[in-house]
C-alpha cells in the first residue's frame, strides 16, 4: 500500500573474510527478510518535498502495528524535537545524501532515536530500519549535550542517531556529522544490530560509540574529523565484528574499555592526534585506594590486518595489565611519534 501523508577467543581470526559474509548475510535476513516475513504488504508512506520533522514522526506513528516505511525525498528537513522509531519493523528510508535531516537551531535533542525515547527503557524494539540519510546534528548552534535538564530524556545525549534497547535492525547508507555529542551511539541492551557504510565526522565526541552491545556487525566505516575517538567502546562491548573501516585524523582511532571477544578485520587508522587504539580499565576508589572495576578490562579481542600511521602517540597502547590475551595479526604501523606497540606489560598483547 503505497498513499502520501496527507492521504576473539583463538587464531579463528583469520577467517575473517568467511565470517563476516556469514554474519552480514544472516543479519541482513534477520533484520530484512523477518520484516517481509511478518508485514508481507507493508505500508509505505511517500512524503512530499518541504515535510516537517513533526510530519515525518506522523509518518511513523500512522504506520499499522505490522510495520511498514516511511520515504523521504531529496531535500533539506528541519527537525525540531527527536524523530523515534519506536515500534516493531519501522523503516526511515532517504533517497542519499540528498536527503538532509538537519536539527533546527537550539533544538538541542537527539536527530533520531532507535527505540523507546525514554531514560531506562523496558522493552526491546526489533526489526528496525533507517537508510539513505545524511544527518546534521547542526552542533554550533546547540546550547547542551543532554536533551532534557531533568525527568525522561535527561539521560540521553544528543547524538545524530540514538539506539537503545533495540535488536535485529540495521543502519545502511548513513551519515552522521556535526552531532552535539556523537555521531551514532548505541547505549544499552543492543543486539544483533548491523550498521553497513556508515560516515561520521565533525561531531563534538565520537563518530561511533558503543555501549552495552552485543553480537552486532560494523562495517565499511569511514570516521574522520571527530574530535574525540572515531570509535569508542565501553561498558560491555562484547562478541561484536568491527570491519573495512578507515579512521582519519580523531584524537584517537579506537578508544576500548569493558570490551571482550571483539573481532576487528581490516582496520586503517591515520593521523590521530594521539594513540590509533588505546586499551584501559575502569578504576573505582575503594578503602584501600583505586582499584580496576570488575569486569572492565579489555581481553580476548583479535585485530587482523591493522594498519595505524602517523599517529601522535603509539600505534596501539594497553594501558593497564588486566587487559591480556589480546592478538594482532598482521599489523602494519609506521610513521607513529611513540612507535608501534606500548605496553604496561610486555606480554600483554600476542603479536603475529
Known sequence: MKMSLNKVRNRAAVESTTFIELLLLSLTYLAVSQFSVQAAQPMVIQLAVGASGVQIQRALDLLPESGGEVVVPAGVFTVNQPIVLRRDHQTLRGAGKQTILRLADGANCPVIIMGEPVNNPQHTIRYLRISNLFIDGNRSHQQRELWRLAGEGSQIRNNGITVQNVSDSVVVHVTCAHARSGGLVTTRGVRRLM????TAFDNEFDGLACYHTE??????LNLHHNPGAGISL???FNNNVVSNAVLV???LGIFMRASRGNRFYNISIQDSRHYGVFMAHTERQTVRGWAPAPRTECVHNAFTNLIASNCGSAAFRVNDTTCTNNVIIGAKFHDDVQGGLSL??????LLQ
Open 195 to 198: 550498521v553497513q557504510d556508515l
Open 215 to 220: 553480537d552486532s556487525l560494523f562495517t565499511e
Open 234 to 236: 565501553d561498558l560491555a
Open 249 to 251: 585524523a580523531n584524537d
Open 344 to 349: 604496561a606489560r610486555p606480554d600483554l598483547v
